[in-house]
């Protein structure tokens, strides 16, 4: 059986368990969260990168067709 002291004791170990798990589980929060404002940031980044690159491609695809039809003409 255990005194009051024992049982004091152990009530005391479990608060602290708790304590530690909701603080640890806070910052995996925090973490997760930071993670994804980074990703969120490198998608935009991703689909302006994107769009410049089908603007160039549409742009030199254009120019080079001008002395295709050139040559074509010929």
Same mark, same amino acid.
Request: aromatic share 6%; hydrophobic share 40%; glycine share 4%.
């Given at each position: 059986?255990? +005194? /009051?002291? @024992?049982?004091?004791?152990?009530? @005391?170990?479990?608060?602290?368990?708790?304590?530690?798990?909701?603080?640890?589980? #806070? &910052?995996? &929060?925090?973490?997760?969260?930071?993670?994804? +404002?980074?990703?969120?940031?490198?998608?935009? &980044?991703?689909? #302006? +990168?994107?769009?410049?690159? &089908?603007?160039?491609?549409?742009?030199? +695809?254009?120019?080079?067709?001008?002395?295709? #039809? /050139?040559?074509? @003409?010929?």
């Amino acid at each position: 059986m255990l +005194s /009051n002291s @024992g049982l004091m004791i152990q009530i @005391g170990l479990v608060v602290s368990c708790i304590y530690v798990f909701i603080t640890n589980s #806070r &910052e995996v &929060e925090e973490e997760m969260e930071f993670s994804n +404002s980074i990703m969120q940031e490198q998608a935009h &980044e991703l689909q #302006r +990168s994107n769009a410049d690159l &089908e603007q160039f491609a549409y742009i030199i +695809s254009h120019d080079l067709k001008a002395p295709v #039809r /050139n040559i074509n @003409g010929l």
